[in-house]
């Protein structure tokens, strides 16, 4: 799987659509996929961080499943 099929895939881009980057190389498309995937690792972290923030306006004894039903 090249760099650019990875990327496409880790995405879910058109493989037309990241080509319109232009006549990138296999590293430059290996470090798009890289940055891709630590700007979603990033933002997952966030999202529970505020998940987890919020929950403390919940009495502590329903926040388990208030929790259940956030992530479901």
């Given amino acids: 799987m090249t760099a650019l099929d990875r ?3 880790d995405t879910g881009m ?3 659509v990241v080509a319109a ?3 990138l190389g296999d ?3 290996a470090e798009l996929a890289a940055a891709f995937e630590r700007a979603r690792m990033q933002r997952k972290q966030e999202l529970r961080a505020a998940t987890e923030n919020g929950l403390n306006a919940v009495p502590r ?3 388990p499943a208030v929790r259940a039903v956030l992530s479901a």
């Fill in 7 to 9: 990327l496409c895939a």
């Fill in 14 to 16: 058109n493989r037309d």
């Fill in 21 to 23: 980057l232009g006549p």
């Fill in 27 to 29: 590293d430059r498309y």
């Fill in 61 to 63: 004894l329903l926040r």
